[in-house]
C-alpha cells in the first residue's frame, strides 16, 4: 500500500505562484493507493478559492483522495458546507443539538443564520479495502470556526468510538489539521483528549499539517506502553513563509517492514520548478 501526502494547498491570496498543472504531473507520477490532504486547502474559506482547490484536487489520480478541513478553511459559517460540496463530501458524524460540549461554535444559533447545516465539524470515518486489508480513515475536525488555535470535543470523540468500536478493520489511520504533539504556536489546545484517544484505539499512525513545517516523530508512552507515529507535512503550494521550500511526502509499501518515505521538496525558481526528492527507511527512523 502506497501513500500520497499532501497538505496546506492554500488557496487565494496565500496560494503559490507555480505551474498547478506541472504540480499535479509530478504528484501523479507516485502510484498511491490513497492521497491524504491534511487541511488548509484555502486561504480564507472563501467560494471561489474551495473552486479553486476543489478543481485541482479533482486532477490528482488516485480513486480515495481525502480531505480534512483546516483552520483557514473555516473562517467563515459557510465553510463546512462549502468543503462538503468542493472538497470532500461524505457522511458526517453528528451529536445531538442537546448535548452539552465546549467547542465554540460547534452548533450555529439557527435563529440567526441561514446555513443548512448547524454542526460545523467535519468528523467522519471511511474504510478502505487495499490488497485484501482494511484500512479505517478516522478524520478528527481540530479546528474551531474563526479560530487559528485547535480544539477537540470530547463528546465528538465519544461518539467516533462508538462507531469505531462497531467496525472491523486491519489498520487504523488517524487524519487532523492540528498537531497533536503540540510544536506549534497556533496548537491543539485540548490535545492530551485525542492523544487519550489515539491510545484507546491503538491508532499507530497520525496524519497533520497546519505548520507548514516537516515532522517526523515517534511517540512511546511508557505508562501504556503504546508508540504512536506522527507524520506532519509540509506546505503543498503555499506562499506564506517565503523562506521556506514547498513539499509532500509519499508512503511506500506503508505499514510493511520495507516502508520508506519519499520527502519531495519543490523548488520555484525565476519561474521554473525544481523538484528534490529524499528517501528515509522507515526501519532506521
Not at 503559490?16 to 499535479?24: A, R
Not at 435563529?111 to 460545523?120: A, G, H, L, S
Not at 474504510?127 to 479546528?143: A, E, P, R, Y
Not at 497533536?180 to 499512525?205: A, M, R
Request: charged share 25%; proline share 1%.
Amino acid at each position: 500500500m502506497n501513500i500520497l501526502h499532501i497538505s496546506d494547498l492554500h488557496f487565494g491570496p496565500r496560494h503559490w505562484e507555480g505551474d498547478d498543472q506541472i504540480l499535479l504531473e509530478k504528484l501523479n507520477s507516485f502510484n498511491a493507493d490513497i492521497v491524504i490532504n491534511t487541511g488548509d486547502s484555502t486561504t480564507d474559506g472563501l467560494e471561489d478559492e474551495y473552486i479553486a482547490a476543489g478543481l485541482f484536487l479533482a486532477g490528482i489520480k488516485c480513486k480515495d483522495v481525502l480531505s480534512t478541513i483546516g483552520n483557514h478553511d473555516k473562517r467563515n459559517m459557510r465553510s463546512h458546507e462549502l468543503f462538503q460540496k468542493y472538497i470532500y463530501n461524505t457522511e458526517i458524524i453528528h451529536i445531538p443539538e442537546s448535548v452539552q460540549t465546549q467547542k465554540k461554535h460547534l452548533f450555529l444559533n439557527r435563529e440567526i443564520t441561514k446555513v443548512r447545516e448547524n454542526f460545523t465539524d467535519i468528523n467522519f470515518i471511511k474504510s478502505i479495502s487495499i490488497n485484501g486489508k482494511s484500512v479505517l480513515i478516522i478524520n478528527i475536525d481540530s479546528n474551531e470556526l474563526y479560530s487559528d488555535d485547535g480544539f477537540v470535543e470530547k463528546e465528538v470523540l465519544d461518539v467516533v468510538s462508538e462507531r469505531i468500536n462497531r467496525l472491523e478493520y486491519d489498520l487504523p489511520l488517524l487524519l487532523t489539521h492540528h498537531s497533536i504533539l503540540g510544536t506549534d504556536e497556533c496548537p491543539l489546545k485540548n490535545s492530551s483528549v485525542l492523544i487519550d484517544f489515539v491510545q484507546k484505539h491503538k491508532i499507530e499512525y497520525v496524519f497533520c499539517g497546519h505548520t507548514h513545517e516537516l515532522e517526523l516523530m515517534r511517540t512511546t508512552d511508557l505508562y501504556h506502553g503504546h508508540t504512536f507515529f506522527h507524520f506532519m507535512c509540509g506546505s503543498l503550494s503555499s506562499c506564506n513563509h517565503s523562506n521556506d521550500d514547498n513539499m509532500f511526502l509519499y508512503y511506500e509499501n506503508f505499514g510493511s517492514n520495507d516502508m520508506s518515505i519519499h520527502i519531495v521538496r519543490i523548488f520555484l525558481e525565476g519561474g521554473t520548478i525544481r523538484f528534490k526528492e529524499e528517501r528515509i527507511l522507515f526501519g532506521k527512523m
